[in-house]
Each structure stands twice: as structure tokens, then as C-alpha cells.
């Protein structure tokens, strides 16, 4: 469970509420039942949850995305996002990724990379 600040859109209230992963974008307001919509801010600074896809994209650290291992930085935070359930933070990345596309063209096949989560042996090196 974590801590997600909403701020409702009728009485411009910010709640912080206790809530289980996948968050929801949207939840009604404590106060006056309107929509209060999810708020993000840095983590440890504010008091505020971070989004998903804007902390670590390591597969180590997200353990429950499938697929995360194998494909390149960009791609990480929308699977992280989409995974999630998080729809703010993965309009945002479709929309940044597409005009990366369109300024630089299609990404260099290089960035996909793959490993193995395997214990490391006694060298040091995983096998």
C-alpha cells in the first residue's frame, strides 16, 4: 500500500489517501464527492506518491511488469505505466515518444537489451 494524493476538481481539496497498487487515476472526493484526480510530486521531498513510470525503470525494482528486461529505456516507462494502470503517466509517454519519432525517426535496434536475473556465482559473474 501507498500513500496518493488526489486534488478534486469541484471544491479544489487535496486528500492523501492510503491505497493498494494498481492506483486509480481518479477516486470521488472525501469532502463533496466530486472527482478528485491522482497528483504527483518528488518522493521524499513532498509527501507525494511518484509515478510509476517516473522512478526506476529497472526490471529489478518492478519485478511485476512482464517483458521489462528485454526492450529499450523509452519503451520500460510505458510498460511500467501501462501495467500500472496508471493512464495519466502513459498518455504522457505515447505522446513524448511519438514526437521523438517524428523529430528522430524509428529507435536504434541497439538499445533493446536482454540479461538474466540469475544468482551471481562466487567470481562474482553471472552465469
Given at each position: ?6 486534488r478534486?476538481?469541484?471544491c ?10 494498481p492506483?486509480?487515476p481518479?477516486r470521488p472526493c472525501?469532502?463533496c464527492g ?11 521531498l513532498?509527501?507525494?506518491?511518484t ?5 526506476s ?6 519485478p511485476d ?6 526492450v529499450?529505456?523509452?519503451a520500460?516507462?510505458?510498460l ?6 496508471d ?6 509517454e505515447?505522446?513524448r515518444?511519438?514526437?521523438e519519432?517524428?523529430?528522430?525517426g ?19 559473474v553471472?552465469?
Open positions: 500500500m501507498i500513500l496518493v494524493d488526489y478534486c476538481d469541484a479544489a481539496v487535496t486528500t492523501e489517501t492510503l491505497t493498494c497498487t492506483v486509480p481518479h472525501p469532502r466530486g472527482d478528485a484526480h491522482r497528483r504527483y510530486g518528488a518522493a521524499g513532498t509527501g507525494r506518491a509515478a510509476p513510470a517516473a522512478g525503470t529497472a526490471c529489478v525494482d518492478n511488469v512482464p517483458g521489462l528486461c528485454h529499450g529505456p523509452a520500460k516507462r510505458t511500467i505505466a501501462r501495467h500500472r494502470g493512464t495519466d503517466t502513459l498518455a504522457h505515447q505522446q515518444q511519438r514526437a519519432y517524428e523529430r528522430s524509428p529507435p536504434d535496434s541497439g538499445q533493446i537489451r536482454g540479461h538474466s536475473h540469475s544468482a551471481p556465482t562466487r567470481s562474482g553471472v552465469s
